[in-house]
């Protein structure tokens, strides 16, 4: 049975835990691919070019915006997050799932163009906790953080928008849960090739 | 995190497996209500008054109808199936995932009456499949067999209507797969009570 390949975003707040999740995700599940985004802020400790991010100067991003090789692009806290198009394309028409992390902005722009991607929303248990993440990870000055706190706060209001959530509250139930969203998507009929269903049934019928 | 109550509908050929997959998924799956069918089809070996079905008379199927008591009824195979509506809405109003098995006609009736049902067609590996096994249940004659198998290949172009599809062809596979759609189901923003998000957020924030 042939599997359409779909986008899933995995979205929320910043200090959610995407990424730590999607780590956890992507060894479970075959044929799911990590869509690469594009930053302009420098790199964290241990991050990787082209792994974890591609890393590029202000110069490229503009270039890459004018050459309309963005799905979606948004600026935070003074750097901008990119999507490249090409690669999530690619892997959707092998049939692949791809997921990628994005704010929540970016996650509406996704919806706009792709609106057959799946939206999930990522929640730190609260916002206590949201904020001992940020202080924990210790790289962004206390103003920063309030800032993103009170970004937080707003932008739950979005989560209308979204398909599912998950309250991230324990990092392997999380797991669990973006597991079986996952499944579940793969099993619906929009997703699934119908002639090679009525082809099965017709072979054996003769 | 209140979810709210909703609807499964287990359809699909006569045969496919319906009454063993979702004999398989209850016990796995808190608070999974089965909605119990009335029929005026006499009762199969082994089968139990109010617990397979309610075994009803003509007369008392023709006053349910008359009562409005039917969420969806349908003759098939010169008896008739129906599902009491009053036990479904009483489960959903409680919070309660409510699944039920219904023939294609019925899951079609159902969705116009409650667009928020999950419809779930479960097909039979093949229909070579599906003759072997109405053999072996060995409770129809052989025209009847025909009858059920003709209506089946036609009845397949309504999967489109469906939301998921689940292929019988391995039963623990396919209890998993279930379980993986009701509980990714549960994980839906749609499915959720948002002032209890927002509470939450708001009581810790202070």
């Known amino acids: 049975m042939e599997v359409k390949g779909f986008l899933i975003v995995l979205s929320g707040p910043s200090g959610a835990g995407k ?8 060894p479970r599940i075959p044929n799911l691919k990590y869509s690469v985004s594009a930053t302009t802020r420098a790199p964290r400790t241990g991050e990787v070019d082209g792994v974890d991010y591609f890393f590029v100067s202000d110069e490229e991003f503009d270039q890459m915006i004018a050459d309309n090789e963005f799905l979606e692009w948004a600026e935070f806290v003074g750097s901008r997050y990119g999507t490249p198009r090409s690669f999530v394309e690619k892997q959707i028409e092998l049939g692949h799932t791809v997921i990628m992390d994005v704010d929540i902005q970016g996650a509406l722009q996704i919806r706009k163009l792709m609106p057959d991607a799946v939206l999930v929303f990522l929640l730190p248990p609260t916002l206590d906790e949201l904020r001992n993440r940020l202080n924990k ?3 962004d000055a206390t103003d920063a953080i ?3 706190l009170e970004h937080s706060a ?12 998950i309250i991230n509250d ?15 998507e793969r099993c619906r009929v929009a997703r699934t090739d119908l ?8 072979r054996r019928q003769n």
């Not at 932008?155 to 928008?161: C, G, N, P, S």
């Not at 324990?170 to 579940?184: G, M, Q, S």
């Open 19 to 26: 990424n730590t999740l999607i780590n956890r995700v992507i």
């Open 170 to 184: 324990d990092l392997d139930k999380a797991a669990e849960r973006l597991v079986t969203i996952i499944n579940a």
């Open 137 to 139: 990870r210790g790289q």
């Open 154 to 165: 707003k932008e739950l209001e979005y989560i209308v928008d979204y398909d599912y959530y």
């Open 146 to 148: 309030i800032k993103r």
């Open 195 to 202: 002639n090679a269903i009525q082809q099965l049934w017709q």
